[in-house]
């Protein structure tokens, strides 16, 4: 059997309210898959972390600090995700060494950030390396990978694939810092270079989604490889 890593975008999760629909129903439809047995789960800030990072910009506070709150952020998405979970960690791993040791005991291991500097885009990446997952899902609110932010340009053209150095060269056309908004970040995509991992960027919201990639290896979103 082998593991996968699913990267739950904090866009889709946490919104002016807490998506907790949505937390269940990923957690339904994992619980029927049988194609893979143990799951990495990385959460992200969503609005919760961005209306810390930005207010206290405005204070002239570093961006180290900044990182280290919206990783705060992350964490408590990540403990309310483990609600809806059965066969789960309790504790929020902070590392990847702890929580590649809780997936020998759990079939779902949930996490949110680590440690300044690195975006849950790439603790993702970090965590499937570590355990061996050749697949990464990454659940977002948009339909994919764009060549622009779709939200702000009404030209912007989905990529049904992209290359690890095409999907690289446009990140970093869009990165702007701490809180950025931005598909994936440099880190996160030079990791899965190195070592191939494939990665499903999906609308995360659609559980068909979901389910097409980890029995089909299929989607309708953006795979980089
Ligand atoms: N080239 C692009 N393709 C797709 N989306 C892009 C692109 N450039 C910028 N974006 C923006 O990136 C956003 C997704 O990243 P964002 O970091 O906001 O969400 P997330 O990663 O799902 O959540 P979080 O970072 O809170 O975990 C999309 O909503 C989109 O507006
Ligand atoms: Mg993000």
Do not use: W
């Amino acid at each position: 059997m082998s593991s996968i890593v699913i990267s739950i975008g904090g866009s889709i999760i946490s919104g002016e309210k807490l998506n907790l629909e949505l937390m269940k129903k990923i957690s339904k439809t994992l619980a029927i898959i049988d194609s893979y047995d143990k799951f990495g789960i990385v959460v992200g800030g969503g609005k919760l972390a961005r209306t810390y990072i930005s207010d206290l910009r405005e204070y002239n506070i570093n961006d180290n600090i900044l990182d280290e709150i919206g990783i705060n952020a992350t964490r408590i998405n990540a403990l309310a995700m483990t609600t809806f979970f059965d066969n789960v960690n309790s504790k929020i791993p902070t590392n990847i060494n702890d929580a590649a040791e809780l997936s020998h005991n759990y079939r779902y291991v949930i996490m949110g950030g680590t440690e300044p500097g690195h975006t849950t885009d790439t603790v993702s990446v970090l965590f499937a390396e570590r355990i061996g997952a050749e697949i990464l899902i990454n659940a977002t609110s948009v339909d994919g990978v764009y060549s622009s932010d779709p939200k702000k340009d009404k030209n912007a053209v989905k990529y049904d694939k992209l290359t690890y150095d095409e999907a690289i060269e446009l990140s970093i056309k869009n990165s702007t810092g701490a809180g950025s908004n931005v598909f994936m970040d440099l880190t996160s995509l030079t990791i899965a270079k190195r070592s191939k991992i494939k990665i499903f960027v999906i609308n995360g919201n659609y559980m068909d989604q979901y389910k097409n990639i980890m029995y089909n290896g299929k989607c309708n979103g953006t795979v980089i490889s």
